[in-house]
């Protein structure tokens, strides 16, 4: 059941323009909070603005950061710090990753996707970007000649924010509720154990950005073609894992496509996955899903400037439910909540 009471928004911070109620009927999440859940939101905000933060400071933020660490009061503190760190990273990533986002040009794209693609491409079941990574490519030593690790891991980030504005919000818009997570592919067809080690410390570092950084970001995680071997190892890895993270882990071989178009529709998957989607130019160059549709998307945040954003800010025409937002009531079910697991991938 979903708490007896009114998801509370706060004009001074909230200026959404998509629904702001998650269909999963689970305490914590936005539209299915409990009134001592909603207090947290206000002490870990006062907290921060008391530490000097002006930014972020939204309800959905403040809910990912608390649920991330399970409403823990005893970790208040801990969330606090954990809130500035990222604040502080921010400001110093690529010269700010506020600036980053606008200006950032990877223009070796193409030639680092021979290698390994890393891509958004259309939506899943539930309204989700689908965010794919292949691995067996992976070449190191000749994807370095072509760029640098400090450009793959920008360009990481910016996919990030990209993510969280503009591609989530037109997906919220399209399905008419609050979406907050994507839906990863990791194909390791071709990934052999020389492979892994050689990236290790790629990986590692892309991994600590999106535990730190990006909470509650995964939705589903479909790992496929995983090698012999690899679900057992799993099994182990899973009993230090959180219950919730591990039910949206799903470890399959080659065998997957019935489970995996289970959750994706045939015409949003690459044909290459099972799917029948061909797009022109290539799937993984496409960026395809509703987020190219002017009906459902808008110009991102980030983009706009400050003489912009504070006019926003001020028109009571942009309401803190959400535009097209639906009524304040449970639907749907899908589960999304802390990650933990240390996978290069979008969560």
Not at 80 to 106: H, I, M, P
Not at 303 to 322: F, L, M, N, T
Request: glycine content about 8%; overall charge neutral.
């Amino acid at each position: 059941m979903a708490p007896n009471h009114e998801f509370a928004l706060d004009p001074k911070y909230d200026h959404y323009d998509y629904p702001t109620t998650s269909p999963t009927d689970q305490t914590g999440h936005p539209g299915h909070t409990t009134p001592e859940q909603d207090a947290q939101v206000h002490q870990l905000r006062a907290a921060l603005e008391q530490a000097g933060c002006t930014e972020r400071l939204d309800t959905l933020t403040m809910l990912r950061f608390l649920r991330a660490r399970k409403f823990n009061v005893e970790m208040a503190k801990q969330i606090t710090s954990r809130f500035l760190d990222s604040e502080k990273w921010r400001r110093e990533f690529g010269g700010g990753v506020d600036n980053l986002v606008r200006t950032f040009d990877y223009k070796e794209k193409a030639q680092v996707f021979e290698y390994y693609p890393q891509y958004y491409h259309k939506t899943d079941k539930d309204g989700r970007p689908v965010y794919i990574e292949q691995l067996g490519k992976i070449d190191l030593t000749a994807m370095y000649k072509i760029t640098t690790e400090k450009r793959m891991l920008e360009n990481l980030v910016c996919e990030y924010e990209k993510m969280a504005d503009p591609r989530l919000p037109a997906c919220s818009r399209k399905q008419g509720y609050l979406l907050e997570t994507s839906c990863t592919i990791m194909d390791l067809k071709g990934v052999g154990i020389s492979k892994v080690s050689s990236v290790y410390g790629y990986v590692q570092k892309a991994s600590a950005i999106s535990q730190n950084y990006y909470p509650e970001r995964m939705g589903k995680l479909y790992i496929i073609n995983a090698p012999w071997g690899f679900s057992s190892a799993f099994k182990i890895v899973k009993s230090f894992l959180d219950p919730v993270t591990v039910n949206k882990i799903h470890i399959l071989g080659s065998g997957y496509e019935k489970e995996l178009l289970g959750q994706i529709p045939k015409e949003h998957l690459p044909r290459h996955l099972g799917g029948s989607c061909e797009c022109p130019g290539g799937c993984a160059l496409s960026d395809m899903g509703p987020w190219q549709d002017p009906q459902w998307t808008k110009e991102p945040a980030w983009a706009r400037s400050g003489a912009e954003k504070a006019a926003i800010h001020d028109d009571p025409s942009h309401s803190v439910v959400g535009e097209g937002a639906p009524p304040r009531a449970s639907g749907g079910s899908r589960p999304t909540t802390a990650d933990g697991i240390q996978v290069p991938m979008h969560h």
